[in-house]
């Protein structure tokens, strides 16, 4: 099964700061990637994803993530930081080998963004 | 375009009770995922349906199981409850079942087991 890691679980940054949140993958074959927010009380909202192509993905929200397969890692990064964007994000993994599109989460981010 | 939309949103249960979360699916999808996240986790695959049929589960007991009915709305159903079963259910819903797709996410279900 997929394992995902998402190091550190509580980022804080300055309004205006430079955001990343880092995530790594377990598995040899390179999955699908994907990075969702979550809002309190709610559901999960899509970012970006990383299926192919290239390999640095913009997203919603002025963030982007880049896949760097020797480093097994799909960070999302945003250059400044905005108050809004004090949310939980979680990196999540789709098997390519699957035929199904079941994801596998890591255990989350939360981000502080200090005025 | 309507989203996913899970109902109920809050409710409590009693240990050793069943429940019933339902899901409607975005207009136009035919595959629907469960996840069950806890508190402070990521959520956990529960298991997916497309087109009525199961298609894949994750590790969780039989006394977790679903049904899809044709117009793609589904239903998870939770027997005997236990207290870690108290959790944010989360739907998702996508177009078709193959990796890579998309997933829209309902706002989920909160079942607190006392």
């Known amino acids: 099964a997929q394992s995902v890691t998402q190091l550190g679980s509580h980022v804080s940054v300055s309004e205006g700061a430079l955001v990343l949140l880092r995530c790594n993958y377990s598995s040899s074959v390179p999955p699908y990637l994907f990075w969702y927010v979550q809002y309190p009380n709610q559901g999960l909202q899509l970012l970006l994803k990383?299926?192919?192509?290239?390999?640095l993905v913009k997203g919603i929200n002025g963030f982007e993530a880049e896949f760097k397969k020797s480093e097994t890692s799909f960070h999302l990064t945003k250059p400044s930081a905005h108050m809004s964007d004090a949310a939980e994000y979680f990196c999540a993994v789709s098997d390519r080998a699957n035929t199904g599109n079941q994801f596998y989460f890591g255990t989350g981010t939360s981000l502080t963004v200090i005025p | 375009e309507t989203g996913v939309t899970q109902s109920p949103t809050h409710l409590i249960k009693t240990r050793g009770q069943q429940v019933t979360l339902r899901c409607s699916s975005q207009s136009g999808h035919n595959t629907v995922s469960w996840y069950q996240q806890a508190l402070g986790q990521g959520p956990q695959f529960i298991f997916q349906y497309y087109r009525e049929e199961e298609n894949g589960r994750g590790n969780f007991p039989p006394r977790f199981s679903g049904l899809q009915f044709p117009n793609y709305s589904s239903e998870l159903n939770v027997n005997a409850l236990e207290l870690d079963d108290s959790a944010l259910y989360l739907c998702?819903?996508?177009?078709?079942?193959?990796?890579?797709?998309?997933?829209?996410f309902g706002q989920g279900t909160r079942l607190t087991v006392v």
């Open positions: 998702a819903s996508s177009l078709g079942a193959l990796g890579g797709s998309e997933a829209f």
């Open positions: 990383y299926t192919t192509g290239a390999t």
